[in-house]
């Protein structure tokens, strides 16, 4: 059996092993280390908890910052 040996080096779809874990607050990035999940990361700035860059909380967040940036910016 091979079914084992489907393993792509590369980008494909998924967050994959690296990456940068973001500051929501003040925007520091660290590199993600593997096995660590962002959010049990804090900003080595100001102690805030982390989100993984790119990931569905940082989209989601970066959706929140625009639209504020959109009430403010008029
Ligand atoms: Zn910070």
Redesign the pocket.
């Known amino acids: 059996m091979e079914n084992e040996h489907h393993e792509h080096h590369g980008s494909h779809s998924g967050l994959g092993p690296t990456g940068y874990c973001i ?1 929501p ?2 925007g ?1 990035r660290i590199p993600h280390r593997s096995g660590i999940p962002c959010k049990q990361e804090r ?1 080595p ?2 102690g ?1 908890v982390m989100l993984r860059e790119g990931s569905e909380e940082h989209k989601a967040f970066l959706e929140v910052m625009s639209k504020k940036n959109k009430k403010q910016g008029n």
């Open positions: 500051c607050k003040c520091t900003c700035n100001c805030t």
